[in-house]
């Protein structure tokens, strides 16, 4: 009742959006409202003229919108929209039930019913998303489907991929006999015609890892994964068969699996070899420790972690000659100069060293003159409480700072040995600190906490301490009866914060202190959608070479143009790539450089039915609605990402580039093209500006 009754009030904050949109283009001016309307996350109840369109387009568009808001009360809306003529309507309907909870039953009358095979596959990815055990026999049958030359089966590929996702969100139950058998089906002769069903199965299989299955699925899954022609598929079935619970290593099971990992191991592919790296540790295959002398980089870490997980090798022989080969280099200008390779493959073999418990002391890694990505790896393994919160207060190298702080809560310190980290020079350190104490705080710390938030404007620290306040404040019996005035003071900064969760936050702590709060907003650059429109390529060059990636205006309009925004003001130009992880994702856009930076303000996530391929670029996440800065492009398929992270462009030119990448490797220049058609553009004309606290 109350988003109906907010409807009419918040129209006019669709004005400025909709200023120099051509007069008569009026699908334009819908799609530039719509996208107004789920970027500021209004109510339901504002996309109802759109939802009623004459317009199959509009329609259809609204319906993303909808699922986009992540809103219990969308379920009503696209229920009818599923109902729609247009089949469009109805596979978009699909997606947005997808994003939406509450939404299972409706998804399973549309995968039964729908006489369109688009949309039984939409809806069937969408339970991926919203499934339950319940929705597993109706997935099984849905995966019979017959595929015909030139004609994939697109539903069972769907279904495929939807026990994958429900395995990744942790849904029991799909271990079973009867669903492993089902989509080992799927890679003989149901799959035989068609790749990406292949590929989905294996995805499907290699996410339910079942550890109890009979010799004879545990046969066949050897057999899948020995006789698979498509290196996606089975590098997937390669991490199945490692996750196969095997009774002792001299069982038969176990001789099968040896025979998976010592072919998979010398395969041409790279994918192939990364993830049987990547299964062998766990499994406990020793065979592992002649990878570590592969030519891919990519292939060395992983089988460098792998060693340390495998107890009958000598741990200590294989990887401390790698981390005295890469812990000789001093100089900061030298590792720049030597791409600092062997340092990458010194923090790996450290990691594994400390992690298998065959390193004495971390103490000598610690030194300041030692390479920070070394400093880090040791900081890991480090249980002195006392050092560790030394280096997070006092070191000089961020990333030091933040891995410190990070083991030191993993330590469970007492509140006595957090408290003096809120105050700390990096506010990094002190939001880290801050989020530990979240659910722990009593009324002693309350003070500290507000003086914290008063002395930042970092809005990781201003989220923790909001919560760490509305912890305090709420429950049948609050641990604060009377909030300091102090708390109600920082209102007016929470509300003005760029940050979406921030605002959330402050909002909540508002209704706490009886105190107004102004609408949600997002912090939007705007401008005339056919401007947005117009950013179609992105130039990156990289210290490695040129990488081209066609961009996704039309499915993430919000990300692209904040995105090119930044990257035509140089924001990005002279970064690192301070993330990348063998065969999954390489990741860069943070201006601290160890992961935890960004803008300052966050934008709405803009998911869509755009699957995370190999080559995607994707804006990362640290929970919903979290985007800034930061991006990754995916080094193989990720389907576990659809439908979770914003898709918003694609490599097309320089994938080469992107596999050679490696932590600390530089981000040059990124260019958009083409270049604005106005000499000048308008900041935030679309985001209303916050009421003052009491208005």
Same mark, same amino acid.
């Given at each position: 009742m109350l988003s109906h009754l907010l409807a009419p009030l918040l129209a006019p904050l669709l004005a400025p959006l909709l200023v120099g949109v051509a007069a008569g283009a009026m699908r334009e001016?819908?799609?530039?409202?719509?996208?107004?309307? %789920?970027a500021q996350r209004l109510p339901v109840a504002a996309l109802d003229a759109f939802l009623r369109s004459s317009e199959a387009e509009t329609r259809a568009r609204a319906?993303?919108?909808?699922?986009?808001?992540?809103? #219990?009360?969308?379920?009503? #809306?696209?229920?009818?929209?599923?109902h729609d003529a247009e089949p469009?309507?109805?596979?978009? @309907?699909?997606?947005?039930?997808?994003?939406?909870? &509450?939404?299972?039953?409706?998804?399973?009358?549309?995968?039964?019913?729908?006489? %369109?095979? @688009?949309?039984?596959?939409a809806a069937a990815d969408a339970l991926g998303m919203? &499934?339950?055990?319940?929705?597993?026999?109706?997935?099984?049958?849905?995966?019979e489907e017959r595929s015909r030359p030139l004609r994939p089966a697109t539903v069972a590929t769907a279904a495929n991929r939807a026990l994958g996702r429900m395995a990744a969100r942790g849904v029991t139950g799909l271990d079973r006999s009867e669903t492993v058998s089902a989509l080992l089906d799927q890679l003989g002769p149901l799959g035989q015609l068609d790749r990406q069903r292949r590929r989905d199965a294996a995805f499907a299989l290699s996410r339910i890892r079942a550890r109890s299955l009979s010799p004879e699925l545990q046969r066949a899954l050897v057999e899948a994964a020995l006789s698979e022609a498509d290196a996606d598929a089975q590098a997937m079935l390669v991490r199945a068969v490692g996750a196969l619970g095997l009774p002792s290593p001299t069982a038969p099971q176990a001789r099968d699996q040896d025979r998976v990992f010592a072919l998979s191991a010398v395969d041409p592919d790279v994918g192939v070899r990364v993830a049987t790296a990547r299964a062998a540790g766990p499994a406990g295959w020793p065979g592992?420790?002649?990878?570590?002398?592969?030519?891919s980089l990519q292939v060395r870490l992983e089988a460098l972690s792998a060693v340390g997980l495998v107890s009958s090798l000598d741990r200590a022989a294989l990887l401390r000659p790698v981390v005295e080969a890469g812990d000789d280099i001093r100089d900061e200008d030298e590792l720049r100069s030597v791409r600092a390779l062997r340092v990458v493959e010194a923090t790996a073999a450290l990691d594994a060293l400390a992690g298998s418990g065959a390193l004495a002391s971390t103490a000598p890694w610690l030194d300041p003159a030692r390479p920070i990505r070394i400093r880090e790896a040791a900081i890991r393994h480090t249980d002195h409480r006392p050092t560790l919160s030394k280096l997070a207060t006092d070191d000089g190298d961020g990333p030091v700072r933040v891995a410190a702080v990070t083991r030191l809560m993993e330590l469970n310190p007492s509140v006595e040995e957090v408290?003096?980290?809120?105050?700390?020079?990096?506010?990094?350190?002190?939001?880290?600190?801050? %989020?530990?104490?979240?659910?722990?705080?009593? #009324?002693?710390?309350?003070?500290?906490?507000?003086?914290?938030?008063? @002395?930042? %404007?970092?809005?990781?620290?201003?989220?923790?301490?909001?919560?760490?306040?509305?912890?305090?404040?709420?429950?049948?019996k609050p641990k604060v009866k009377e909030p300091a005035s102090g708390a109600k003071l920082l209102l007016p900064a929470l509300h003005a914060s760029r940050s979406a969760p921030v605002r959330s936050a402050g909002a909540g702590l508002a209704a706490l202190l009886k105190a107004p709060a102004p609408p949600p907003w997002h912090h939007l650059v705007s401008a005339p959608l056919h401007e947005v429109l117009e950013a179609r390529t992105a130039r990156i060059r990289t210290s490695q070479g040129e990488i081209i990636v066609e961009l996704f205006p039309e499915d @993430?309009?919000?990300?692209?143009?904040?995105?090119?925004?930044?990257?035509?003001? &140089?924001?990005?130009?002279?970064?690192?790539?301070?993330?990348?992880?063998?065969?999954?994702?390489?990741q860069g856009g943070d201006p601290r450089g160890d992961g935890s930076g960004g803008p300052g303000w966050t934008i709405p996530d803009e998911l869509s039915p755009q699957p995370f391929t190999e080559g995607v670029l994707g804006m990362a996440l640290s929970g919903p609605e979290t985007g800034g800065s930061q991006w990754f492009i995916t080094l193989s398929p990720q389907r576990h990402l659809d439908g979770g992270y914003t898709a918003f462009g694609r490599v097309v030119s320089g994938m080469h580039v992107v596999?050679?990448?490696?932590?600390?490797?530089?981000?040059?220049r990124v260019r958009v093209d083409p270049a604005p058609s106005r000499a000048a553009l308008p900041t935030l004309p679309a985001a209303p500006a916050p009421p003052a606290a009491g208005r």
């Open positions: 001016q819908d799609h530039q409202a719509i996208i107004q309307i %789920e319906a993303r919108a909808l699922g986009r808001l992540r809103s #219990p009360e969308a379920v009503a #809306p696209l229920s009818t929209l599923s469009v309507v109805r596979a978009e @309907a699909a997606f947005a039930l997808g994003l939406t909870p &509450g939404s299972e039953r409706l998804l399973l009358g549309l995968l039964a019913d729908d006489p %369109e095979p @688009a949309v039984r596959a919203q &499934g339950t055990p319940a929705s597993v026999p109706v997935l099984l049958r849905a995966m592992v420790a002649r990878m570590i002398n592969d030519p408290l003096p980290l809120l105050g700390a020079f990096d506010s990094m350190v002190a939001a880290v600190a801050m %989020e530990w104490l979240v659910g722990k705080a009593e #009324p002693a710390v309350e003070a500290k906490v507000i003086a914290a938030m008063k @002395a930042t %404007e970092e809005p990781d620290l201003l989220l923790s301490g909001t919560k760490v306040l509305i912890g305090l404040y709420s429950g049948e @993430a309009p919000v990300t692209v143009w904040t995105w090119s925004e930044l990257a035509r003001a &140089g924001y990005f130009d002279g970064m690192k790539f301070h993330r990348v992880v063998p065969d999954f994702v390489v596999h050679s990448l490696v932590p600390g490797d530089v981000i040059e």
